[in-house]
C-alpha cells in the first residue's frame, strides 16, 4: 500500500500547473539510483514521463537552484541539452535569451567561485560547458555575433573564468572542427568554421597573452590544450609567423607540468603538410626540440629502464616524445635529408627512436612501427629487389639517401627480429604459468601487429640481406650453445626467420634455411622435456611451412619434412598434432604437384606412399585432425591431371572411410534400427565431414565419391528425417537438443554442406541438373516443408542458393517448386521478429538474392497475389536491424530495380510498386533503429529517381483521371514532399522542397547524393521554429541549381540522352 501511495506522490510531479516540488523530485531520483526492483521500475517511469513532457524545461531552473542531489542536476541539465538539440528554434525568442543568460551566468557564478567549491563542481561545471556550446551551436553568429569578442573580454576579468572560457573553446572547435559530421548540414557546418578562423585573431591574442603572463598552472594548462584543438585548422601565419613555436619550446618545453601537451601542440605542427612556404621554420623548430631534449634526456639514457621505472607523467613523455618524432620524421624527413648540417639530429632522433622501441609496451611500439615500417618500404622503392643475381655476390653501389640511414639500420633490424610479434599459424605458445599450451582464442591484435612486423623486416631484409642473415645466425647459434636460450627468444627468433620468406635470393635462401633447419632438428634431439620438444617442433613447423619455394626446388628436403610432420601427428602433446595437421595443409597446397609426380630417386609418386600408411599416420589423430589430412591429401590428388589416374587414387584415397560407411549402409538396409544408434550416427557424421573437407580440396572430379554414396546418402537422409519428426511428435521441440536427436542433425547438415561444395566446384551444370538435383530436391523440400521449424535445417536453403548461383538461368524451372516448399514456411518463422532462428534468416535472403539475380525469368511466373509476398519479404529483409540480413535486403531490391528497368513487365511493376518501396526506404532511411548501408540507401534511391527523371517507367504512376500533374517527375517530387510533410510536421515547406530538388539534381553522383541524405537525417531531428536563417537554404538552392545545370550539359554532350521535345535546338520553326 506504501508502494501505491508513494507512486502516487511522485505522480504528481507530471502535474505542471503545479508549483515545482523539488525535494520530492530528489527523493525519486535517489529512489531511481539507490533502490531495486518495483521502486527502481517505478522511480525510472516517473524519470522517463518528466523527461518527455514538453514544459519539462521549464523546471530546469528551479532544479539547478533548489535541489540538494547532484544526479537531479545532471537530470535537469539533459532535459535542457534535449530541449536545445531538437527544440530550440522552435521556442520563443525571449525564451532563448532567458535559457542562455542563465547558463552564462550560473557558468560564471561556478567558475569565479572558491577554489575548492569549484573542485566539487567540476563534472557539473563541464556539463553546463557542452550545453553552453550547443546553445553557441544554434545561436551564433546569427542570433549572438558578439560570442567569440563576449567570451574573451570575460575571459579579461578572472583567472578562473578565464581557465573555464578555454575549455569552452577547446569544446566549441571539436564540436565544429572534429564532430560536425553528421551532427550540422555541411552548409552550417561550413559557416561556423569560416566564422572561426574570421574571428580567431581575438582568441589567439588572449591564448598568448595567457601563455606570456600568467603564472597559473591550470590556466595555462587549459590554455595549451585549447591551442592543441585550434592546431590543425587555424591559419598557419599564426604558427609561423608569430612567437608560438618558440614559445612552446622555450618556456613550456622543459616544464614537467606542461611538457607531455607542449609535445603533443609540437606534434600537431609536425604534421603539417610540408610546404616550401614555411619549411625553414620547420628546421628550426626540429632543431631547438633536439637542442631541449638532449638536454632533459641525454643520448646514453637507457630509455627502456627509464620507462619501466618512470611515473604515469614521464610515460606518457616517452610515448609522446615517440608520436612528435615519428610524426616529424615521416613528413619532413626529405627536406632534413637534403641539409648536411641538420644530419647528425636526424640521425640522433633516430637513436632516439630505436631506444623507444626497445619499451615493453605495446601501444608505443605500434607508434614506432608505424614509422619504421613507412622509412624501410621508402628505401627500398628507391632502389627495388633484382632477381637476376645473388646479393651477397653482387656489389652495388649504395644510394646516397639510404647511406644516410646505414649507421641506424642494424639496430632497427635487431629491435624487429628479437620482438617479432607471433604469427597466426603459431598454435603452441607459453602461458602466464611457463607452460607450453594449445593456443584456443586469436589473438587479432598481435595478428595485425605480425603483419605490420613481417613487412618492416621483409624491407629490412632487401635494404641488407647479408646484415638480416648474420643478426639471425648469432642470434640462432646462441640458441644452440644456450647463452640466450629461451622459449621467447627462440620463438621471436624463429618467427623473424619465417616471416621473411621470398626475400632472400633462392639460391642465399637455400644456404640459409638448410643451417636454420639442421640446427633446430639438432635441438630436438638435444633437449629434454615435453615441453621444449613441443615449443621447437612448433617453430620447426612454422619455418618451414613458410618456406614454400625451397621445398619445391629440394624434394628430399620436402620428403623429410613431411615425413617429420607425420611424426608429430603422433605427439599428443597440446596442440603439436593441430600444428603439424595445419603445416601440412599449407605444404600440400604450396607443394601439390611434387606429390603426384615420380621423384629422382624414387619408384613412385609420394602420394602413393601416403595412401598406402594412411591407417598408420592418422591412427592417433582427433576427428578434426583427420578432417584436416583429408582435405591436405585431396588437394595434392586435385593437381593429378590424367583423369584415369586420378579416379583411381581418389577411390584408393576414400577407401577407408567408405569401408566403414559400407558396413553402416549394410546394417541398416537389413535392420533400420541401427540408424537409432548413437555410435554409428556419429560415425556417419564424422566419415560425411571427411567427404566435406575431401571435396573442398578435390573439386569437380569428387564426383565419382559423391555418385558412390549419393543415392544411399540421401536415403539415409530421409530415415533421420522421420526419426526426427517422431521424436517431436512424441516429446516437443525441445527434443531437437538431445544429443542423438543432435547427430542425427549433423548428418542432415553434412550431407547438405557436402552437396553444396561439390555443385558449387562442379564444371557441368548439365549433369547438376539432370542427375543430382532430382533426387536431392525429391529428399529435401517435402521434408523440410513437413518438419516443425525448430527441425528445419537452415542449410536446405543454403544447398539451393547453391544450385541457383550455379545453374543461373538453367534452374529457372526448378524455381517453383522451390519456392512452393520453402518460402512460405521459412517466412512464417522469421517474421514474428527480427532475431529468432538467425541463420535460416540469413539463408533465406541469401537464397531469394541468387533466385532474383540469377533466375529473374522465374519471379516473372509467379502469381500476382504470392508476387506481392515475395515483395512483402523484400522489404522485410531490408527492414532488419541485423545488419547482414538488411544489406542482403538492400541487394535484393537494387537487382530488382536494375532488372525490371530492363525488361517489358517493367512498366507495370513500377506502377505497382515504386512509390509503396520508396516509402518503405525513407522510412528505414529515417529511422535510426535500423541497419544496412546508407551508401546503398542512396544508390537504391538514387537509382529510383532516375529512373523516373529518365522516363524509363514508360507509363504515368498516378491516375490522370484524378491527379493533375504535367508527367512522373512532377507527381513524384508532389508525392515525396507530401509523404515528408506528413512524417515530419515540424520541417518548414522550404526545407523540404530543397531536400526534394537535391533527389532530383543529385542523383547522378552517388557521393554528393549521400551527403545530401545525411544533411536531410540531421534535419528531421529538429524542430526548426519560423527562423530557418542558419539552415543556409538560398546557399543549398543555389548549389542544387548548379548541380542540376552541370548534369544538363552532361547530358546535352550525349546524343539521345534528352527528349527531342526538350533540347534547346539551333532552329526552332
Not at 43 to 65: C, G, M, N
Not at 826 to 854: G, Q, S
Amino acid at each position: 500500500m506504501a508502494a501505491i501511495s508513494i507512486e502516487q506522490e511522485a505522480m504528481t510531479l507530471l502535474d505542471f500547473t503545479q508549483k515545482p516540488n523539488i525535494a520530492l523530485l530528489d527523493e525519486v531520483v535517489n529512489c531511481f539510483y539507490g533502490t531495486v526492483g518495483s521502486q527502481q521500475q517505478m522511480a525510472q517511469r516517473v524519470l522517463t514521463q518528466f523527461k518527455e513532457h514538453p514544459e519539462s524545461w521549464s523546471r530546469v531552473d528551479a532544479i539547478l537552484e533548489y535541489s540538494i542531489n547532484q544526479q537531479t542536476k545532471y537530470f535537469a541539465l539533459q532535459i535542457l541539452e534535449n530541449l536545445i538539440r531538437t527544440r530550440w528554434k522552435a521556442l520563443p525568442r525571449e525564451q532563448c535569451e532567458g535559457i542562455k543568460k542563465y547558463i552564462v551566468g550560473l557558468i560564471i557564478k561556478l567558475s569565479s567561485g572558491d577554489p575548492a567549491q569549484q573542485m566539487q563542481e567540476k563534472v557539473f561545471l563541464g556539463k553546463l560547458n557542452v550545453i553552453l556550446v550547443q546553445i553557441v551551436k544554434k545561436e551564433w553568429p546569427h542570433n549572438w555575433p558578439t560570442f567569440i569578442s563576449d567570451i574573451v573580454g570575460a575571459s579579461k576579468t578572472s583567472e578562473p573564468l578565464c581557465t573555464n572560457n578555454m575549455a569552452v573553446l577547446k569544446l566549441l572547435s571539436e564540436e565544429v572542427f572534429d564532430f560536425s559530421a553528421g551532427q550540422m548540414t555541411q552548409v552550417k557546418s561550413k559557416h561556423l568554421k569560416d566564422n572561426m578562423c574570421n574571428e580567431f585573431s581575438q582568441i589567439f591574442q588572449l591564448c598568448s597573452f595567457v601563455m606570456d603572463n600568467s603564472q597559473s598552472i591550470p590556466l595555462v594548462r587549459a590554455t595549451l590544450e585549447t591551442l592543441l584543438k585550434f592546431l590543425n585548422w587555424i591559419p598557419l601565419g599564426y604558427i609561423f609567423e608569430t612567437k608560438l613555436v618558440s614559445t612552446f619550446i622555450y618556456r613550456f618545453l622543459t616544464v614537467p607540468a606542461f611538457r607531455n601537451v607542449t609535445l603533443k601542440c609540437l606534434t600537431e605542427i609536425a604534421g603539417i603538410q610540408s610546404n616550401s612556404q614555411y619549411s625553414e621554420q620547420l628546421l628550426v623548430m626540429f632543431s631547438l626540440v633536439m637542442i631541449q631534449l638532449k638536454q632533459m634526456l641525454p643520448l646514453s639514457t637507457n630509455i627502456k629502464e627509464a620507462y619501466k621505472n618512470g611515473q604515469d607523467d614521464e610515460q606518457n613523455f616517452i610515448q609522446n616524445l615517440a608520436l612528435f618524432l615519428c610524426t616529424f620524421l615521416k613528413e619532413h624527413a626529405a627536406i632534413i635529408e637534403q641539409k648536411p648540417e641538420l644530419q647528425n639530429n636526424l640521425l640522433e632522433a633516430l637513436h632516439f627512436l630505436v631506444l623507444i622501441s626497445e619499451v615493453h609496451e605495446k601501444e608505443i611500439f605500434k607508434i614506432c612501427l608505424e614509422y619504421w615500417n613507412y622509412l624501410s618500404a621508402e628505401l627500398y622503392r628507391e632502389n627495388p629487389f633484382s632477381s637476376s643475381q645473388s646479393a651477397l655476390l653482387l656489389v652495388q653501389a649504395v644510394p646516397p639517401r639510404r647511406q644516410l640511414y646505414l649507421p641506424i639500420l642494424p639496430k632497427v633490424r635487431v629491435v624487429m627480429i628479437s620482438r617479432m610479434a607471433k604469427p597466426e599459424e603459431v598454435l603452441v605458445v607459453e602461458n602466464e604459468q611457463g607452460e607450453a599450451v594449445r593456443e584456443f582464442m586469436k589473438d587479432t591484435d598481435a595478428i595485425n601487429m605480425y603483419k605490420s612486423m613481417r613487412e618492416t623486416l621483409v624491407y629490412l631484409t632487401h635494404l641488407d640481406y647479408a646484415d638480416t642473415e648474420r643478426i639471425m645466425t648469432e642470434k640462432l647459434y646462441k640458441q644452440v650453445d644456450g647463452s640466450e636460450w629461451s622459449w621467447r627468444n627462440l620463438n621471436t627468433l624463429c618467427w623473424a626467420i619465417g616471416s621473411i620468406s621470398g626475400a632472400f635470393h633462392e639460391e642465399d635462401e637455400k644456404r640459409f634455411l638448410v643451417t636454420v633447419i639442421k640446427e633446430l632438428l639438432g635441438m630436438v634431439e638435444q633437449k629434454r622435456g615435453k615441453d621444449n620438444k613441443a615449443i621447437i617442433a612448433s617453430d620447426i613447423m612454422y619455418v618451414v611451412g613458410q618456406y614454400p619455394r625451397f621445398l619445391r626446388a629440394h624434394w628430399k628436403f620436402l620428403k623429410t619434412v613431411v615425413n617429420k610432420l607425420f611424426e608429430f601427428m603422433h605427439e599428443l602433446h597440446d596442440g603439436v598434432q593441430d600444428m603439424a595437421c595445419d603445416t601440412f595443409i599449407k605444404i600440400a597446397q604450396k607443394c601439390r604437384r611434387h606429390f603426384v609426380q615420380v621423384q629422382p630417386m624414387e619408384v613412385m609418386p609420394f602420394i602413393e606412399e601416403v595412401l598406402n600408411n594412411i591407417r598408420a599416420i592418422i591412427c592417433d589423430l582427433q576427428p578434426h585432425h583427420v578432417h584436416t589430412f583429408y582435405e591436405a591429401v585431396g588437394y595434392m590428388i586435385q593437381a593429378q591431371v590424367d583423369p584415369v589416374v586420378q579416379e583411381r587414387l581418389i577411390e584408393k584415397y576414400m577407401s577407408l572411410p567408405n569401408e566403414i560407411w559400407d558396413s553402416i549402409i549394410a546394417r541398416a538396409t537389413s535392420d533400420l534400427q541401427v540408424l537409432q544408434d548413437h555410435e554409428m550416427i556419429k560415425q556417419l557424421g564424422h566419415i560425411l565431414k571427411t567427404n566435406v573437407r575431401a571435396c573442398t580440396a578435390v573439386g569437380h572430379p569428387f564426383v565419382i565419391q559423391l555418385g558412390r554414396i549419393y543415392l544411399d546418402m540421401l536415403n539415409v537422409y530421409k530415415v533421420l528425417s522421420e526419426n526426427i519428426s517422431t521424436a517431436v511428435a512424441l516429446n516437443g521441440e525441445l527434443v531437437t537438443k538431445q544429443p542423438l536427436i543432435a547427430s542425427m542433425r549433423t548428418v542432415k547438415k553434412e550431407t547438405l554442406k557436402l552437396i553444396s561444395c561439390w555443385v558449387s566446384k562442379s564444371q557441368d551444370p548439365g549433369m547438376v541438373r539432370e542427375h543430382f538435383l532430382p533426387p536431392l530436391l525429391d529428399a529435401i523440400l517435402g521434408d523440410y516443408r513437413r518438419n516443425v521449424p525448430g527441425a528445419r535445417e537452415p542449410e536446405v536453403l543454403s544447398t539451393v542458393t547453391a544450385i541457383v548461383e550455379r545453374l543461373e538461368s538453367s534452374a529457372t524451372d526448378d524455381v517453383p517448386p522451390i519456392l512452393d516448399s520453402l518460402f512460405q514456411c521459412t517466412l512464417e518463422m522469421i517474421n514474428k521478429d527480427l532475431e529468432e532462428f538467425p541463420e535460416h534468416r540469413i539463408n533465406f535472403f541469401r537464397m531469394l538474392y541468387a533466385i532474383a539475380a540469377n533466375c529473374f525469368e522465374s519471379l516473372l511466373q509467379v502469381p500476382a497475389p504470392q508476387f506481392k509476398l515475395l515483395m512483402d519479404a523484400f522489404v522485410w529483409g531490408f527492414k532488419h536491424t541485423m545488419r547482414n540480413v538488411a544489406e542482403i535486403g538492400q541487394d535484393i531490391l537494387l537487382v530488382l530495380l536494375q532488372k525490371f528497368a530492363m525488361h517489358l513487365s517493367g512498366t507495370q511493376f513500377f506502377q505497382t510498386y515504386l512509390l509503396d518501396l520508396m516509402q518503405h526506404v525513407f522510412s528505414v532511411l529515417t529511422d535510426t533503429s535500423h541497419a544496412g548501408s546508407h551508401t546503398m540507401y542512396a544508390t537504391i534511391l538514387a537509382t529510383m529517381f532516375s529512373l523516373v527523371e529518365d522516363n524509363k517507367i514508360g507509363a504515368p504512376l498516378y491516375d490522370a483521371t484524378t491527379v493533375q500533374a504535367a508527367n512522373n517527375t512532377v507527381y513524384v517530387q508532389q508525392y515525396v514532399a507530401e509523404l515528408l510533410k506528413q512524417a515530419f510536421p515540424h520541417l518548414n515547406i522550404a526545407q523540404i522542397k530543397v531536400f526534394v530538388e537535391g533527389l532530383f539534381s543529385l542523383n547522378m553522383d552517388i557521393s554528393q547524393f549521400k551527403d545530401h541524405l545525411r544533411d536531410f537525417l540531421v534535419q528531421i531531428k529538429e524542430f526548426s521554429g519560423d527562423d530557418p536563417s542558419d539552415l543556409y537554404l538560398e546557399e543549398r538552392e543555389g548549389q542544387l541549381r548548379q548541380a542540376a545545370e552541370e548534369k544538363r550539359k552532361q547530358q546535352l554532350t550525349v546524343p539521345g540522352i534528352i527528349n527531342p521535345h526538350d533540347r534547346p535546338d539551333d532552329m526552332q520553326e
